[in-house]
């Protein structure tokens, strides 16, 4: 029998279904894979911006975890916005018990507006808290500079740069995106325990971009919980890649939709609908 990869996403929700555990849902059924999730906050929004926001407790969250993953096996999870240092640190101690074969962590810490969504503890305990638990963290321009307390890159040069202390703080595979650069491409920057890649892509014209962070976390970790427990040390650069691609489709599509005044959400159905 052929097994099916079971996967677990974090996060707040969305009412639009273009982010957060919804758009994650969406992406992990559209990769294939059985979607699960533990709520981390109930969110009012929609495509114009959020009106208020209400954290589930950290006692919750963890009964959350504990009851799912005692009963299912995940073969991979990805952990979205994370409220405060309470929550990081429930994260960690249960998925360090369970044992998922694979984290990715959206370091979700910056609006697209610019504004800092976490105070200072917040990014603490991401930084120093989550990024080591995770194999792979898919920071953007604005959030990688956060982490690092230093200053966003704008060029590709820039973001050479900056990836070495991304990749010392503990994720061995870093997904540094471009899509703030200027100009009519947005490559992503790949490390990976052993070397770099540029991961190219051109820009698409569009402004539905809602929840496209959340859903190349979330298709990067649909993507490797399919790969085979043998699968070779290259295989998780296939898995992104794969996932990388999907988005830009996604994205490509995502005119069909038409939801919502302000930004549309990407088309996570666009191979079936």
Not at 191 to 201: N, V
Not at 202 to 209: A, G, V
Not at 238 to 246: G, N, P, S, T, Y
Request: aromatic share 4%; charged share 20%.
């Amino acid at each position: 029998m052929t097994h099916i990869a079971k996967v677990l996403t974090i996060a707040g929700s969305d009412p639009s279904g273009g982010a957060g555990l919804q758009g994650d849902l969406k992406t992990f059924s559209a990769l294939g894979v059985y979607a699960t999730n533990v709520i981390t906050a109930v969110i009012a929004q929609n495509t114009q911006g959020v009106a208020r926001v209400e954290p589930v407790s950290p006692e919750m969250i963890r009964v959350q975890l504990e009851n799912l993953l005692e009963d299912v096996a995940i073969d991979a999870v990805k952990i979205g916005m994370v409220g405060s240092r309470e929550v990081a640190e429930v994260i960690k101690a249960v998925l360090e018990k369970h044992r998922p074969r694979w984290i990715v962590l959206d370091p979700v810490m910056v609006a697209k507006s610019g504004d800092i969504l976490v105070d200072d503890e917040g990014i603490r305990a991401v930084r120093d808290v989550l990024v080591p638990l995770a194999h792979v963290i898919t920071p953007n321009l604005p959030e990688a500079a956060v982490l690092l307390d230093t200053a966003s890159p704008r060029t590709p040069d820039e973001m050479e740069v900056m990836l070495p202390g991304l990749t010392r703080l503990g994720a061995p595979f870093v997904v540094l995106k471009g899509g703030h650069l200027t100009g009519e491409t947005c490559p992503d920057l790949l490390a990976t325990p052993t070397e770099h890649a540029w991961l190219p892509a051109s820009r698409i014209d569009t402004q539905n971009l809602h929840g496209t962070g959340c859903a190349l976390s979330a298709a990067v970790a649909a993507c490797l919980a399919r790969l085979p427990l043998e699968a070779d040390a290259h295989a998780p650069v296939e898995a992104i890649r794969e996932a990388k691609q999907w988005l830009h489709s996604a994205l490509e599509a995502s005119e069909r939709l038409q939801v919502g005044h302000g930004r549309g959400p990407v088309h996570h159905f666009h191979r079936w609908w």
